[in-house]
């Protein structure tokens, strides 16, 4: 008799564990967004990897220990021109060519910002190409086909950013002066 009433008591307690685990989970998952399909990234981390698509002005997706990630430039916003239900911006289409140019089918060292990734679990770096060092976020902004974005704590290049972005208005650089 015993037997018959451990029996629903015993499932009905490894139901409420694997449940509780699953809830474990998922709060995990949310609660540490520095891990993405196996990689963890430490904030001000220098990362080698090669970017495989270049998405827009400033996200791209890279190949990194075997898996694709997706980096968005950190301190920089450049028009939208895949944004879901919204239409491409003025400058958007520029900025992705110009972006291409840089970076598509390059070797780049990703520099992990202090929070080194978003609620989206992209990967936020600044990004460099390897084998020239040229900065890439700078010379979006630089050129005018960005504008500065500071999202503390990433906030290192925040002055920088903002004294090329002042320059490039000046000068009426790329978006400044089409848009």
Sequence with gaps: MATRTALPCLFVLATAVFVAGRLHATADTTRRPDTARGVHVTGGQRIVAR????????????????TTQTVRYIGVDTPESVKPGAP???????ASHHNAQLVDREEVVLIAGEEPRDRYGRLLAYVYRSWDDRFVNAELVARGFARTLTIP????????????????????RGLWGAC
Excluded: E, W
């Excluded at 970017?51 to 075997?66: E, K, N």
């Excluded at 491409?88 to 520029?94: D, E, I, N, Q, S």
């Excluded at 704590?153 to 009426?172: D, K, M, W």
């Design 51 to 66: 970017v495989t698509r270049v998405i827009d002005g400033d996200t791209v997706h890279v190949s990194l220990l075997g």
């Design 88 to 94: 491409v911006a003025c400058y958007a289409k520029a």
């Design 153 to 172: 704590p990433n906030i290192r290049f925040g002055p920088r950013f903002a004294a090329l972005a002042q320059a490039a208005r000046r000068a009426r």
